[in-house]
């Protein structure tokens, strides 16, 4: 109103001057509200797919008191996300982080066609260690008979009562370490890292009348001092990719420290190796992963006896740690294959869907004789995923598949990256 009446020249041209700003400005205000209306109903859209995945797919709520998206299935396991088996069979749904770097690029060679590379992180998002997972490995049967009768046949190799033992890793139940101590052990130092699981295992110990024969102690395994050598180490530090729990280091620095010298070579170390198989696979549920984009690639968990996974080739190790080479520790104990060759059959890849991508899983040999291997027998352990693909991938003629990988086991957790091509 006051740029209607008369007003002297400079007064009304400071009018026009701030007329026109506010009419040039009100295009960019508008758009500024329209662009937060759109992330605000993209936000809507998101919280409403999230919502149908709790509860539509699952028939439940998400548990938000597990970090990320956690979900127990009523009927089959929900395809959006990772299956964690449990002994009772029970399974969660997890949404893992994503790849922690880009992968820089692979020279292509003539004859291959080369996938998306993927990158795994070991550590709590693929081994957790919660009392229910601590209880699920007590409570696998064959993983737990092996390891008592592995230690049962190291301790009757020596004169009765005279073997000292470590147990690292001992957990909440000191499981191991009252296996060996009913075993005839005198001694026990069981060694654990956490200081709630160590006031566990102390009662647990208590409870089991063996509280003068096992002592609990807290703190990292590569940093505590026993009182004295032991004659064996026994340890279950062995994650869904094997070592990604750092059993390389933990492993050699028990050799070099905790060891008597002369039970360093073939009975002094339970378990005697372990491996991480690898193996190309289809996984069903593959195609509904790829409306997330880019995120479908992260990698993920599916319990032992998933009936998801399609095996098209034989499984090879990725990485091998003799935990009792006799060279000593660092000595030629850890091999890891950087390049692998699968063989897989065009017509059963065609009928399984396509090439998803490789499951990993541990194996592990506890004195030679006694194995665990969780292909196709239900597990503590789960399979890893890693999808090398956004969709299913043809395998055709000759079926060559090449995997290279490398991991770094030096990072915290371990690092491995995957690259793998199938050739034309």
Not at 184 to 202: C, F, L
Not at 233 to 250: C, D, H, M, R, Y
Not at 259 to 272: C, T, V
Not at 275 to 298: C, D
Request: with cysteine; aromatic share 6%.
């Amino acid at each position: 109103q006051a740029c209607r009446r008369p007003l002297p020249a400079p007064m009304a041209a400071l009018c026009r001057r701030r007329s026109a700003a506010s009419a040039s400005a009100r295009p960019r205000r508008l758009w500024h509200r329209a662009t937060v209306a759109v992330a605000v109903a993209a936000a809507a859209v998101a919280a409403a797919a999230a919502s149908w995945v709790g509860r539509g797919a699952c028939g439940v709520p998400a548990d938000s008191s597990a970090p990320g998206l956690v979900l127990r299935p009523r009927r089959r396991q929900a395809a959006l996300g990772i299956i964690a088996g449990t002994a009772g069979g029970a399974g969660v749904v997890s949404q893992l982080p994503p790849p922690a770097r880009a992968q820089a690029a692979v020279v292509p060679e003539a004859g291959f066609r080369w996938l998306t590379p993927v990158e795994a992180r070991a550590g709590e998002a693929l081994d957790r260690t919660s009392l229910e997972d601590y209880a699920a490995m007590r409570d696998d049967e064959e993983r737990t008979s092996k390891y008592a009768v592995a230690i049962r046949r190291a301790l009757a190799q020596r004169p009765a009562g005279s073997t000292v033992v470590a147990d690292i890793g001992t957990g909440p139940f000191a499981l191991l370490a009252v296996i060996a101590a009913r075993a005839g052990a005198k001694r026990v130092y069981a060694i654990e890292r956490s200081a709630d699981a160590a006031a566990r295992a102390r009662r647990a110990v208590e409870e089991a009348g063996l509280a003068g024969t096992i002592q609990v102690i807290e703190g990292e395994s590569t940093a505590v001092s026993l009182p004295e050598r032991v004659d064996l180490v026994v340890s279950e530090v062995i994650g869904n990719i094997a070592l990604g729990e750092g059993a390389v280091a933990t492993i050699r620095d028990a050799r070099r420290r905790l060891l008597r010298e002369g039970e360093r070579g073939l009975a002094g170390m339970i378990p005697s190796r372990c491996q991480t198989m690898i193996a190309p696979v289809n996984y069903a549920n593959h195609a509904l992963l790829s409306a997330r984009g880019a995120g479908s690639l992260r990698p993920f968990k599916l319990f032992s006896e998933t009936k998801d996974l399609t095996f098209l080739s034989e499984p090879q190790a990725l990485e091998d740690f003799d935990f009792r080479s006799p060279k000593g520790p660092g000595e030629d104990d850890f091999r890891e294959a950087s390049e692998l060759h699968f063989d897989v059959a065009p017509a059963a890849a065609a009928a399984a869907g396509g090439l998803s991508g490789f499951a990993l899983w541990p194996r592990v040999d506890l004195d030679g004789q006694e194995i665990v291997d969780i292909k196709g027998r239900r597990s503590h352990w789960s399979f890893v995923v890693v999808l090398t693909s956004p969709l299913p991938e043809v395998v055709g003629e000759p079926g060559k598949v090449l995997l290279r990988s490398d991991a770094d086991i030096r990072a915290v957790p371990y690092r491995y990256s995957f690259r793998a091509a199938i050739a034309t």
